[in-house]
């Protein structure tokens, strides 16, 4: 098959084949383990070998994807894969992505897409109203709480520098000192990534934490602005740290950084959907009076990858970072939004599609139904650890992830961490449940986190069982 055009006559076929290996698998995903086959490491490594100078045809190499790539795939759209804060899709997501690939826009300027940028415009509207944000603020989809905190952080950047009386999208950091950058010990090592790229750099960052779980030592914040004399500064604050879903005292930061000359960045990658519901909405108490806030779509928004969104108060500096044109891009306006000029990529899949598909299917309520239902759920869950014998609770849930560890009686606890390391990688083999190790408060755990709409009782409830199994194996 020598030149793709010879092969268009069988693309009907292929996605009809696709089509049905798609509602198979997605008919049986909740029955399924959400590690996939137990030999999915063999079955990946089958894909090995040199580039094919003839290749085999396009009904031959989906039809290898169906089978060695099915075995190789994990089931993370499944409701028990517990692991790293995933989503799956939800169907009007799922169905517009099939769309967004159909369609292949870019949805960099309105003239390439309208229909992305449009939706794009409207998602991120609603977005705000979801998260109650101010209307008036700046937005923009992205690849994931990575690019969010990048694009975000960025923004923080211009305004550092322009406070310097320098415009560092044109002149870059030269003879700027170092970025004043403060945090509590949750700090996402995604936010930290996003420092390095930008120049600031993640060894400069100030770790001011008041306990061993990591949250803030709000005093120790303030004393650090006060020595900085009115210098400029970033503040980042955690809505829903990894572990424990444990979150920073916003208000009281968003507080300090208004008094102290300070930007506050809010890394809110699920936990800023605490806000949808009256019964967590506390938690991420003072968001709306930040400078930026990032969340992530292919978490509790339940999207496909990969999705994220930054907001930003000031519109401006997103252009003033991103706004790079060309003699061939056309002038944007307010009705025909052009977002390549508010985010890095200038290639740009149009995910809009599937954020605005989900949110016009379920709406306000339908987001409200979920989350608490997995809030719940995550109670559950902590209940049932609390009730055993041979687990313990290592923090409340706050949230939607459970902290927590294997603890049987005759274990000394200078054996825990390692038993709980090695039963960590059994749960993985295992795939049945799907979750991996951590590190809190100094001891090894497990930190399952629920944000699957496909997630019930049902698949919480096996947790405790498929883990006390394994860990019995292992012990035995």
């Known amino acids: 098959m020598p030149d793709p055009i010879d092969d268009r006559d069988q693309l009907p076929e292929l996605l009809t084949q696709v089509a049905k290996a798609a509602r198979d698998y997605l008919a049986r995903v909740d029955q399924l383990p959400a590690g996939g086959t137990v030999g999915r490491d063999e079955a990946a490594q089958r894909f090995a070998g040199d580039l094919p100078a003839d290749g085999n045809g396009s009904v031959a190499t989906v039809t290898r994807l169906l089978t060695d790539g099915m075995q190789a795939a994990v089931n993370s759209a499944g409701p028990r894969f517990f692991h790293f804060v995933t989503g799956g899709s939800t ?7 099939w769309l967004t690939s159909a369609l292949d826009n870019n949805a960099a ?3 390439s897409s309208p229909l992305g940028s449009k939706l794009e415009q409207v998602a991120i509207a609603w977005l705000k109203d979801l998260f109650s944000l101010p209307q008036s603020w700046g937005g923009v989809l992205t690849t994931g709480a990575t690019m969010s905190n990048f694009t975000a952080l960025a923004a923080a950047r211009q305004w550092w520098g322009e406070e310097h009386g320098t415009n560092i999208a044109k002149r870059g950091m030269s003879g700027l000192p170092v970025v004043p950058v403060m945090a ?3 700090i996402h090592a995604s936010a930290k990534k996003a420092l390095s790229m930008l120049g600031i750099g993640h060894e400069v960052l100030q770790l001011l934490s008041s306990d061993a779980t990591g949250v803030v030592d709000v005093t120790a914040l303030e004393d650090t602005l006060v020595s900085l004399k009115g210098e400029p500064a970033i503040v980042i604050a955690t809505a829903g740290e990894v572990n424990a879903g444990g979150f920073d005292p916003i208000a009281a930061m968003a507080d300090l950084a208004h008094r102290h000359h300070a930007w506050l960045h809010v890394d809110g990658a699920f936990g800023l959907f605490a806000r949808v519901s009256p019964s967590t909405a506390d938690l991420a108490d003072g968001v709306e009076l930040a400078d930026s806030v990032i969340a992530d779509g292919h978490k509790w928004l ?3 990858y990969d999705c994220g969104f930054a907001f930003c108060r000031d519109p401006r500096l997103l252009n003033a970072v991103f706004g790079m044109n060309a003699p061939y891009f056309p002038a944007t306006n307010a009705d025909h939004p052009d977002f390549l000029y508010l ?3 200038m290639s ?3 995910r ?8 016009a299917a379920y709406g306000r309520q339908g987001y409200r139904a979920m989350i608490e239902r997995h809030v719940a759920l995550a109670k559950r ?4 650890i609390r009730a055993s014998s041979d687990f313990e609770l290592l923090a409340e849930p706050r949230l939607n992830v459970v902290c927590f560890r294997y603890r049987p009686a005759a274990t000394p606890e200078g054996e825990l961490d390692r038993l709980n390391r090695r039963l960590g990688q059994a749960i993985i083999a295992d795939g049945t449940v799907y979750f991996g190790t951590t590190v809190y408060a100094g001891k090894v755990a497990f930190r399952p986190a629920i944000a699957n709409w496909r997630t019930t009782e049902r698949d919480v409830d096996i947790v405790l069982d498929t883990v006390r199994g394994l860990a019995e194996r292992l012990t035995g």
């Not at 869950?381 to 049932?384: E, K, T």
């Open 184 to 186: 509590s010990h949750f």
């Open 352 to 359: 809009s599609l599937a954020v605005w598909a989900t949110l």
């Open 91 to 97: 169907p009007s997501a799922l169905a517009a992505d």
């Open 302 to 304: 339940n999207v496909p």
């Open 343 to 345: 985010a890095p990529e």
């Open 348 to 350: 740009r899949r149009a």
């Open 381 to 384: 869950l902590a209940d049932q």
């Open 109 to 111: 300027l309105w003239v």
